[in-house]
């Protein structure tokens, strides 16, 4: 059974930067893909970001802006956010994979102010 915490949300203004993190425990981290999903309110959740054996994925709207990263030796994945906009807010969530293994942490809420 993984665990999964968020950390690193908050309130920023448009243009602004956030770094998330996503702290994982109860599996062998490095054998999983992980990765970064949204959800704002009255719509889908979505992806922002997956990182696994066939490589990195971008969700259109935030390539060039947020890079993901994870570090399997303290068990945590990471995602910069620069040049934040409006419409970035949302609840961010961390996702660990592997086959049909798969958890969910609680999210962290950002919000972009105008």
């Known amino acids: 059974q993984a665990q999964l915490v968020e950390s690193g949300g908050g309130l920023v203004q448009a243009g602004g930067s956030l770094r998330l993190s996503c702290a994982v425990s109860?599996?062998?981290?490095?054998?999983?893909?992980a990765g970064w999903y949204r959800q704002a309110p009255g719509k889908q959740r979505e992806l922002v970001a997956f990182?696994?054996?066939?490589?990195?994925n971008y969700g259109d709207s935030v390539k060039g802006r947020f890079t993901i990263s994870r570090d399997n030796a303290e068990n945590t994945l990471y995602l910069q956010m620069n040049r934040l906009k409006p419409e970035d807010t949302a609840v961010y969530y961390c996702?660990?994979?592997?086959?049909?293994?798969?958890?969910w942490g609680p999210g962290t809420l950002v919000t972009v102010s105008s």
């Open positions: 990182t696994g054996r066939g490589g990195t």
């Open positions: 109860g599996i062998t981290f490095s054998m999983y893909g």
């Open positions: 996702n660990v994979a592997l086959g049909s293994r798969t958890w």
